[in-house]
């Protein structure tokens, strides 16, 4: 068999445009997330305990800015300082996580169902 690829015709999509974001070189793009989603919801914990490794391990975790400002309160408590003078400002201004491993990688998602044993 000798199959020859054709171009689809786009002439649909002229003037379209979708929800991305312009490239430094140009070019356009959307996110990029990785999704993990139980076969079986029996394997909704193991996906947590997978969640939380992964979150922290590959710099995505959401609270790193919450742990830092927790750190922050219990070496000035064992150090006696005053924690009333400790801001929760510094919570909300606090830098996002930097050291993702993956650069393309914009987050990682974690569908847990209750859909039953292969019924999603």
Known sequence: MNYQWQKPDVSRFANRTFNGYHRKDGRVGTANYWLFIPTVFCENRNLDVI????????????????????????????????LESFQLDHIAAAEPVKNRVFKNVDGIKFLNHQGGCGGT
């Open 51 to 82: 969640k939380e490794s992964l979150y922290h391990t590959l710099g995505y975790a959401v609270t790193d800015k919450y742990r830092s400002f927790t750190d922050q309160l219990l070496t000035a408590f064992h150090e006696g300082a005053a």
